[in-house]
């Protein structure tokens, strides 16, 4: 089955919500959540003007609007690059432990070369988030891998500019030049620490020794 026309609120979106950085936490998310309970995909609703009851208005949900030199991503289309350099393969299921109650969502795939890909999303925001520190359990046979982070200025998930994935803006061309960052080897038994601040996803890539 397929999903059309999904959107983060009715009507053309909710003004100051759903064309900020909260949408983008959340796109990333709902793309998986779905994924991991069997959807063939997600059609999202797009276009510069949209239905709202009998009128058409500009649309606030969209994951980008037209300009006059091309097009500006808003952030749902950060959270789009986010699934697809961490969502191609084969859902694996993922278990959450916290003893802090963190709210915190991690999704897993299992790419084509065996390559492991784990998504950590940290939902927690505002003056009392706390950063998290996930100790990811993956099991012997892993090795060094690589993350990447899709982030926001301050961490506020109001804000509807200063959006990066891997360090770097989707330009209004399409054009994207994030980066991967290394990080230290898994230990023997299998584990890796990663930290994923509040308000932010983080994207780890593990490869096979």
Request: aromatic content about 10%; glycine content about 12%.
């Amino acid at each position: 089955y397929r999903l059309e026309e999904v959107n983060n609120y009715f009507n053309g979106g909710a003004t100051n919500v759903s064309d900020t950085f909260a949408s983008a936490l959340w796109g990333l998310e709902f793309m998986h959540w779905w994924a991991a309970h069997g959807a063939a995909g997600l059609n999202f609703h797009s276009g510069d003007r949209v239905a709202a009851g009998s009128n058409l208005q500009p649309s606030k949900y969209t994951a980008y609007h037209s300009i006059s030199n091309g097009y500006h991503v808003r952030p749902l289309g950060y959270a789009m690059k986010a699934f697809d350099v961490g969502g191609r393969g084969r859902v694996v299921p993922v278990e959450v432990v916290s003893n802090t109650g963190a709210n915190l969502s991690a999704y897993g795939v299992l790419e084509p070369d065996q390559t492991l890909a784990i998504t950590l999303i940290n939902k927690a925001h505002g003056s009392e988030a706390h950063d998290a520190t996930v100790a990811l359990s993956v099991g012997k046979g892993f090795v060094a891998g690589q993350t990447m982070a899709l982030t926001v200025t301050g961490g506020d998930i109001a804000a509807k500019s200063g959006i990066t994935l891997g360090g770097a803006e989707i330009k209004n061309d399409g054009s994207w030049r994030g980066e991967w960052s290394a990080f230290s080897r898994v230990n023997d038994q299998g584990v890796l620490a990663v930290a994923v601040p509040a308000a932010t996803a983080v994207i780890v890539k593990l490869i096979r020794e």
